[in-house]
């Protein structure tokens, strides 16, 4: 049982390149959604998804689009990197009554 | 103003050193308080989920407590294995949506 994979682990981009950071779950979580985790900032949620074809904004969803066209996939997507969006990006799913989170391992992004 | 606040934000311990760790949340409606446990490198991992005052949940040498304002999680006895960042969170019910709020951690470093 994998559970939540993230890919890739490490990306460095340039300032104004775009790029899509995968989620996958395989345990038929309806619940996912995106984090990111910068120093001294703890974990802010960028966007969550309740089931296929349904998204919604969270904390700080500026710069990023997702999408939900299955019940496994979760991309987040950078239309134009900054830097500001250099950070460690983690998706988690969750279980059906939403009482515990599975993280990924986590992407940790450069933008230069 | 944070909704949930974690103290203290780091924290050295000698092994066999017994301590506790602070997480105070002012939200209403809290539907549940969430500790995780995460290793550098890695996604946060769930430890523990406590729902009403009073109650008290244990792992190995964990133990966390919940009161109306604020949740402990108390550690026995630690080894260096016990180092990581600590997370607490809170979630609430708020128009028909479970989202959970995180803190910003607590380092915990034990020496041997």
């Known amino acids: 049982n994998a559970g939540v994979t993230q890919t890739p682990k490490f990306q460095v981009l340039k300032t104004g390149q775009s790029m899509t950071l995968q989620c996958a779950q395989d345990?038929?979580?309806?619940?996912m959604s995106w984090y990111r985790q910068d120093p001294g900032m703890g974990l802010r949620l960028i966007h969550y998804s309740v089931g296929a074809g349904i998204t919604d904004q969270g904390e700080v969803p500026n710069g990023y689009n997702v999408s939900r066209s299955t019940t496994e996939d979760f991309p987040l997507r950078l239309l134009s990197a900054a830097p500001s969006q250099t950070s460690v990006y983690f998706c988690?799913?969750?279980?059906?009554?939403?009482?515990?989170?599975?993280f990924g391992s986590g992407t940790q992004l450069s933008v230069l | 103003e944070d909704q949930v606040t974690q103290s203290p934000e780091a924290l050295r311990l000698q092994e066999g050193e017994s301590s506790s760790l602070n997480c105070s949340y002012t939200?209403?409606?809290?539907?549940?308080l969430f500790w995780y446990r995460q290793d550098p490198g890695k996604g946060p991992e769930f430890l523990f989920t406590l729902y009403s005052a009073g109650e008290e949940k244990e792992k190995e040498r964990l133990k966390a407590t919940l009161t109306k304002k604020e949740s402990f999680l108390h550690i026995t006895a630690p080894k260096p294995e016990d180092s990581a960042t600590y997370l607490c969170a809170v979630q609430y019910a708020s128009g028909g949506s479970y989202i959970p709020t995180f803190g910003r951690g607590t380092s915990l470093i034990v020496h041997p």
């Open positions: 988690a799913s969750a279980d059906p009554v939403r009482e515990k989170l599975f």
């Open positions: 345990m038929n979580h309806e619940y």
């Open positions: 939200v209403s409606g809290l539907r549940g």
